[in-house]
């Protein structure tokens, strides 16, 4: 048997050398950008400040995410059902299955992100980025139109109050 090793399609990020982007209060480091694994996988960390921008509950078609909390408390929502996460908690997420997140607590927390296909996901925050810090916050409906433009689609169940944040009407969120 030979074992074929292939360093050269390997990749090493590391948050000294790895992109970022702010999206409002948050920042997002593209550790693992999608174009190092031929569209594969992406991995992102995610710096969520306290009661910063948040996703709102939605689905991808397409798209399998992971997320792990790194540090900090993160309110995880899948369907209609939200846990305050702490460290090493992970939630695994299919295409179809409605999620989100929030920092809802007073500290700093991280989020790492994994997901597959790849599928350009840099291009959705660097979007993001590009409509949080204009002049004016973007509108529903233009989130809701970027969102879609890549595999995002807003859950709008029979309970909403139940997914959504116990958070100020003013306060952003991502789709």
């Known amino acids: 048997m030979t074992l074929l090793v292939h ?21 997002c480091t593209i550790l693992i950008p999608t174009h190092t ?3 594969h996988l992406g991995l992102f960390s995610l710096s969520l400040a306290p009661h910063g921008p948040y996703a709102t509950p939605h689905f991808h078609k397409n798209m399998t995410e992971l997320f792990i ?11 209609n059902t939200s846990v305050t996460a702490g460290p090493g908690t992970a939630l695994y997420v299919p295409p179809g299955t409605p999620h989100g997140f929030a920092n809802v607590s007073d500290a700093p927390a991280e989020l790492m992100i994994a997901f597959t296909p ?15 810090n204009q002049s004016s916050p973007p509108t529903e409906e233009e ?4 969102a ?3 595999d995002q689609y807003t859950y709008h169940p029979d309970t909403a109050d139940t997914v959504r944040p116990p958070i100020a009407k003013d306060r952003p969120s991502w789709d």
């Open 7 to 27: 360093a050269d399609r390997s990749y090493l990020g590391t948050p000294d050398t790895a992109d970022t982007v702010s999206i409002g209060t948050n920042k």
């Open 37 to 39: 694994t031929g569209d």
């Open 69 to 79: 909390v790194a540090s900090g408390e993160v309110q995880l929502t899948r369907g």
């Open 118 to 132: 790849g599928a350009h996901r840099e291009r959705f925050f660097l979007g993001l980025a590009d409509l949080f």
């Open 143 to 146: 989130l809701r139109k970027f």
């Open 148 to 150: 879609e433009q890549h």
